[in-house]
């Protein structure tokens, strides 16, 4: 009976040896999984059924239980869950490609030279629209105006919008079209002239004047620019945004897409706060699909600092103005009120200081505590040192862009001088204070590869390395926590954590694989990083290698 322990041992050995194995859909081996998990825990396989994970660990656990129609050697390389955009603007993104490209231009006559050759290339287009100057970039600063654009383009509407799509400047065609001829009072806007006769340029709500102008792409036209769009994210390995404030109209547009199988990636949508929305979507209910989900409103508190439209406690550093807010406080109190009263999430987009002080104090009076509404601040960008203990105190997710540092940080300091600096892209002090960041882009504003705010979180430098030491480098984050910030933190701010945002069972099989590790890659290799391959619900949507 002494070998009883032994012969048992034997037994079992043979008996799990001769056990059929489990069919799953897919089996992915000789890798390195960085699970995400809550113990940041790694694996060499997992499997896959039915479009969720199903098993997590060693390549000899995972391929001796389970047998797999389809198996991937991922040789290797380093596997993440799928990326997850937390504030994205999926519409802009996709007009932007179809519009004329000003990104990096560095001055005004070279975005007049850009819309010509487009025009060239584009000889029947009714309107001429671009998107992504940048006067910051410019050795004459100053806002663009519509004379030069009257003379390069008298007989047709010309709408170029500026890199943070909280200005634009339209020459007199275009003002024609709007019958803007003079300058009106608006609120949370300006219409720029003098002498009560506009000069083109327009800021945040005057935006809206020409806007409702410009004729909108038909459906078909729509889902051939979101196609390709689809393909650029998948190619870069985002499997989920967060579709940062949409109209009824394109809310609509995404349902069917969706409902037509036309869109593989994952949509948290939020629905552009007004009033009327707000009611007619909260008597509507939620809606949500396995792909699509639409539960929660974005509401816009001011504009951008870029274009002085950020709403500041104190007059800007280089301009005697405070910038403004795009509603009264009134305003908005009454829209999170309303959704404070029904099972919504409210997201805010806030900028300035005095921003993002109304609105974390407008949150703080309606979230009960001890609550979980998730309610986010989008941005979060410029906060006063006695704000920042509020997002702790009221449970408020900072929701953060790390590549709009990087970007600013040339300009940053002439509009708020250097005292409010330290408050201003502050995201390790945000997330000691909240305990978690949900890291997106804001494409198109800033470019929709995930690698590149991964990089500006980490070394807070730009693509050229600048600067050496990095830009308030007491503010970037760890590679581990940037990683949770783009997948489980970012599936967290959505109430997804549950469903993804990790690599754990039961959880929808959305992961990418990656050419290098960019927790051990060096910062200087971080951007160039590419993806292999992107999986969704276990099937694959991008690799690399049969491109």
Same mark, same amino acid.
């Given at each position: *009976?002494?070998?009883?322990?032994?012969?048992?041992?034997?037994?079992?050995?043979?008996?799990?040896?001769?056990?059929? @194995?489990?069919?799953?859909d897919?089996i /992915?081996?000789?890798? =390195?999984v960085?699970t995400?998990?809550? $113990?940041?825990?790694?694996? @060499?396989?997992?499997?896959?059924?039915?479009?969720?994970?199903?098993?997590?660990?060693s390549?000899?656990?995972?391929?001796?239980?389970?047998?797999?129609k389809?198996k991937?050697?991922?040789?290797?390389?380093?596997?993440?869950p799928?990326f997850?955009?937390?504030?994205?603007?999926?519409f802009d993104e996709a007009?932007?490609m179809?519009?004329?490209?000003?990104?990096?231009?560095?001055?005004?006559?070279?975005?007049?030279?850009?819309?010509?050759?487009?025009?060239?290339?584009?000889?029947?287009?009714t309107?001429?629209?671009?998107?992504?100057?940048d006067?910051?970039?410019?050795k004459?600063?100053s806002?663009?105006?519509?004379?030069l654009?009257d003379?390069?383009?008298?007989?047709?509407? /010309?709408?170029?919008?500026?890199?943070?799509?909280?200005?634009?400047?339209a020459?007199?065609k275009?003002?024609?079209?709007?019958?803007?001829?003079?300058?009106?009072?608006?609120?949370?806007?300006?219409?720029?002239?003098?002498?009560?006769?506009p000069?083109?340029?327009l800021?945040?709500n005057?935006?809206?004047?020409v806007?409702?102008?410009i004729?909108?792409?038909s459906?078909?036209?729509?889902?051939? *620019?979101?196609?390709?769009?689809?393909?650029?994210l998948?190619?870069?390995?985002?499997?989920?945004? /967060?579709?940062?404030?949409?109209?009824?109209?394109?809310?609509?547009?995404l349902?069917?897409?969706? @409902?037509?199988?036309?869109?593989?990636?994952?949509? &948290?949508?939020?629905?552009?706060?007004?009033?009327?929305?707000?009611?007619?979507?909260?008597?509507?209910?939620?809606?949500?699909?396995?792909?699509?989900?639409?539960?929660?409103?974005?509401?816009?508190?001011?504009?951008?600092?870029?274009?002085r439209?950020?709403?500041?406690?104190?007059?800007?550093?280089?301009?005697?103005?405070h910038?403004?807010?795009?509603?009264?406080?009134?305003? &908005?109190?009454? *829209?999170i009120?309303a959704?404070?009263?029904?099972?919504?999430?409210?997201?805010?987009?806030?900028?300035g200081?005095?921003?993002?002080?109304?609105i974390?104090?407008?949150?703080g009076?309606?979230?009960q505590?001890?609550?979980?509404?998730?309610?986010?601040?989008?941005?979060?960008?410029i906060?006063?040192?006695?704000?920042?203990?509020?997002?702790?105190?009221?449970?408020?997710?900072?929701?953060?862009?790390p590549?709009?540092?990087?970007?600013?940080?040339?300009?940053?300091?002439?509009?708020?001088?250097?005292?409010?600096?330290?408050?201003?892209?502050a995201?390790?002090?945000?997330?000691?204070?909240?305990?978690?960041l949900?890291?997106?882009?804001?494409?198109?504003?800033?470019h929709?590869?995930p690698?590149?705010?991964?990089?500006?979180?980490v070394?807070?430098v730009?693509?050229?390395?600048?600067?050496?030491?990095?830009?308030?480098?007491?503010?970037?984050?760890?590679?581990e926590?940037?990683?949770?910030?783009?997948?489980?933190?970012?599936? &967290?701010?959505c109430? @997804?954590?549950?469903?993804?945002?990790s690599?754990?069972?039961?959880?929808?099989?959305d992961?990418?694989?990656?050419? =290098?590790d960019?927790?051990?890659?060096p910062?200087e290799?971080?951007?160039?990083?590419k993806?292999?391959?992107?999986?969704?619900?276990?099937? $694959?949507?991008?690799?690399?290698q049969?491109?």
């Open positions: *009976m002494r070998n009883f322990p032994v012969i048992l041992f034997l037994f079992s050995m043979i008996f799990l040896a001769c056990s059929p @194995q489990e069919k799953v897919l /992915v081996y000789n890798a =390195q960085y995400v998990d809550s $113990t940041f825990s790694t694996a @060499q396989a997992f499997a896959v059924r039915d479009g969720k994970f199903i098993a997590i660990g390549d000899d656990e995972i391929q001796r239980k389970y047998k797999a389809e991937i050697d991922a040789d290797g390389k380093a596997i993440y799928g997850y955009d937390a504030h994205a603007h999926l007009e932007l179809d519009q004329v490209d000003l990104n990096g231009a560095d001055s005004f006559e070279e975005v007049i030279q850009r819309v010509k050759s487009y025009q060239q290339k584009n000889p029947n287009k309107w001429l629209i671009g998107g992504g100057w006067q910051n970039r410019w004459d600063k806002f663009p105006t519509k004379e654009l003379k390069a383009f008298p007989d047709i509407p /010309v709408y170029l919008i500026r890199v943070d799509y909280h200005a634009a400047v020459n007199s275009a003002l024609e079209w709007a019958k803007l001829t003079n300058i009106p009072i608006i609120h949370g806007g300006v219409v720029g002239g003098s002498n009560n006769t000069n083109g340029l800021i945040d005057a935006m809206d004047l806007n409702k102008t004729p909108v792409p459906e078909k036209e729509y889902l051939r *620019m979101l196609k390709r769009t689809q393909d650029s998948l190619s870069v390995g985002l499997t989920s945004i /967060v579709d940062a404030g949409l109209s009824k109209e394109r809310l609509n547009l349902k069917k897409y969706y @409902q037509d199988g036309e869109l593989k990636f994952r949509d &948290y949508a939020m629905i552009l706060g007004n009033p009327q929305n707000i009611s007619s979507f909260i008597a509507q209910g939620f809606y949500e699909t396995d792909r699509l989900e639409i539960k929660s409103f974005k509401l816009l508190a001011d504009g951008a600092l870029g274009s439209g950020a709403c500041l406690l104190a007059h800007y550093h280089d301009a005697p103005t910038g403004f807010l795009l509603h009264s406080p009134e305003e &908005y109190e009454n *829209m009120k959704i404070a009263a029904s099972n919504f999430q409210a997201n805010t987009h806030a900028i200081d005095s921003a993002n002080r109304i974390l104090d407008i949150y009076k309606y979230l505590p001890h609550t979980d509404r998730r309610w986010r601040i989008e941005h979060a960008q906060i006063s040192p006695v704000d920042f203990d509020k997002f702790r105190k009221f449970q408020i997710i900072p929701s953060v862009q590549t709009h540092a990087t970007s600013d940080m040339y300009w940053a300091k002439d509009r708020l001088g250097e005292e409010r600096m330290k408050g201003a892209y995201y390790k002090h945000l997330l000691k204070e909240y305990g978690k949900a890291l997106g882009s804001d494409f198109p504003v800033e929709f590869n690698m590149y705010g991964f990089h500006a979180a070394a807070r730009d693509k050229k390395g600048y600067p050496d030491q990095g830009f308030q480098i007491q503010d970037a984050i760890s590679r926590d940037a990683l949770r910030g783009m997948t489980i933190w970012a599936a &967290y701010s109430f @997804q954590e549950k469903k993804r945002g690599i754990e069972a039961g959880k929808d099989a992961f990418v694989i990656l050419e =290098q960019i927790l051990k890659t910062n290799q971080l951007r160039n990083v993806t292999i391959r992107t999986v969704i619900a276990g099937e $694959t949507v991008f690799n690399r049969q491109q």
